[in-house]
């Protein structure tokens, strides 16, 4: 019984060190990130304005 606790735990320690994230990652997103700027779904915060598109034109990508 104690093997089987033992295969569970590093079972679960194997998962948790795999990515978070499944989602695919549009070229779109990859490059508005990669300027420091952030996407939001709806509109931007009142200071930042939309510059262009994330996740295949389904959120905004917002700068200052």
């Not at 508005?32 to 959120?59: D, I, N, V």
């Given at each position: 019984?104690?093997?089987?606790?033992?295969?569970?735990?590093?079972?679960?320690?194997?998962?948790?060190?795999?990515?978070?994230?499944?989602?695919?990652?549009?070229?779109?997103?990859?490059?508005?990130?990669?300027?420091?700027?952030?996407?939001?779904?709806?509109?931007?915060?009142?200071t930042?304005?939309?510059?262009?598109?994330?996740?295949?034109?389904?959120?905004?990508?917002?700068?200052?």
């Amino acid at each position: 019984m104690k093997i089987l606790y033992l295969l569970f735990a590093v079972f679960l320690l194997l998962f948790q060190a795999t990515s978070g994230s499944a989602d695919p990652l549009f070229p779109d997103t990859v490059e508005c990130r990669s300027q420091g700027k952030f996407c939001r779904a709806g509109p931007c915060p009142t200071t930042f304005a939309a510059t262009a598109t994330c996740h295949g034109g389904m959120m905004n990508c917002c700068s200052k």
